[in-house]
């Protein structure tokens, strides 16, 4: 049975990887545009970009629920 914690938890995971997606997507496009007219990006387009794609992976990774994701409801017979 799903208990309202394990739903949070993947509502929360679920929101992280669409969130990590829009910042990833947005961060793409500026420097895209920042490639077609030959301007120079900084060194943060590049941290917002790297960490976002981290982002993306980690939350696919714990997207799927594991046996033991929830141990603390697990504990009790």
């Known amino acids: 049975m799903v208990t309202k914690s394990q739903l949070a938890a993947a509502f929360t995971r679920a929101s992280a990887f669409i969130s990590s997606g829009v910042c990833c ?7 895209r545009q920042l490639d077609i007219r030959d301007m120079d990006h900084g060194g943060r387009i590049d941290y917002v970009l790297a960490l976002s794609c ?22 009790t017979p």
């Open 25 to 31: 997507t947005i961060a793409g496009s500026f420097v």
């Open 54 to 75: 981290i982002s993306i992976v980690a939350s696919l990774v714990l997207m799927p629920p594991k046996r033991y994701s929830f141990w603390l409801s697990r504990l």
